[in-house]
Structure formats: structure tokens, C-alpha cells
């Protein structure tokens, strides 16, 4: 009769004791496998987190992006200039006011979706996002006023006709 067990590499070496080797690799593949998925999924969640599919953050239903340097390329250069450093300020004045604006949009979302709602609450809420909103227009409304003092009339109309409908007076 032949015998069909694994015969030890080494003449000292036990067959049990080269499974229990193999076994202790295979538990730590495995566990290494599972530690790498769980901090990618961790950091595409950290990536993603709060925005939907759209791309846009939840209550989110506003805040048109404005590409300011192709609303004003078509000024003369010195309004040009001129156009960069009121958008530098109302920018710095707008980093202060948005994320008030976002977390006010939130909390309305969250009112309105509430249960068992509360329409005082939902009131207070939209007041408050109707507050910053108006906070917003002001910054952008001002560097409008501030930039069209140096233009001509038909500067301001072509300036007009590239400003975006929810940015317009």
C-alpha cells in the first residue's frame, strides 16, 4: 500500500505544523483584505458625504456659481481689473455669509421635513435662510453698483445680458 499523505519538506518539519502556517497567511490575507476595503469605503464616504446624486448638497437648491470672469472679459481692461478686486472682496464677504446660508438651508429642509411638522418652526427656519439669501444679494447687488460707475452705457447692458437670471435685478 502507498501512502498518499503530503510528505514534510524538511525531514524535521511536521505536515500539521505547515497547514497551521499556511492557515495563520490565509487569516491574515484575509483580514488585511478586509482593513484595506473598510478605509477606502471610509474615505469615499468621508468624499461624498452629504451630497446627492446631482452633486449637490441635501436642501441645496439654489446657490447659482457664477463664472465672473466670463461676465466681465468682454470690459475694457481697467474695469476688468477693476471687476477682480470687487469680486475678491464680495468673495471674502461671501465665505463669511455662505456656510451660515448652508447650514440655514439645511435646518429649513430638516423643518419641513419634519414629523410631526411644525410650521412655526418651518417659518422661523425659512426666515432665517430668507435673511442670508438677502445678505448674499446685497454683496453681489453692491459690487454690480460699485463696478458700473466706471462703464459706459452700453458696458452696463452688455454687462447685464451676461449676468445669469438668478444673479439679475
Not at 476595503?37 to 441635501?58: K, N, S, W
Request: zero cysteines.
Amino acid at each position: 500500500m502507498t501512502d498518499t499523505s503530503p510528505q514534510p519538506e524538511r525531514p524535521d518539519e511536521k505536515p500539521h505544523r505547515r497547514r497551521r502556517k499556511g492557515r495563520w497567511k490565509t487569516i491574515a490575507l484575509v483580514a488585511s483584505l478586509a482593513l484595506n476595503l473598510f478605509i477606502v469605503a471610509f474615505i469615499l464616504g468621508q468624499a461624498t458625504r452629504g451630497y446627492l446624486d446631482d452633486g449637490r448638497r441635501p436642501f441645496d437648491r439654489g446657490s447659482p456659481r457664477v463664472d465672473w470672469g466670463q461676465v466681465v472679459d468682454h470690459l475694457p481692461r481697467e474695469a476688468r481689473d477693476q471687476a477682480r478686486v470687487i469680486v475678491r472682496e464680495s468673495g471674502e464677504r461671501m465665505r463669511v455669509i455662505l456656510p451660515d446660508l448652508q447650514r440655514a438651508r439645511d435646518a429649513a429642509g430638516r423643518a419641513l421635513l419634519a414629523d410631526p411638522y411644525d410650521q412655526d418652526a418651518a417659518r422661523a427656519a425659512f426666515a432665517e435662510v430668507r435673511q442670508y439669501t438677502d445678505q448674499v444679494q446685497e454683496v453681489i447687488q453692491e459690487g454690480l453698483l460699485q463696478l458700473a460707475i466706471e462703464l459706459t452705457p452700453e458696458e452696463r447692458r452688455r454687462l447685464f445680458e451676461r449676468l445669469p437670471p438668478p444673479v439679475r435685478p
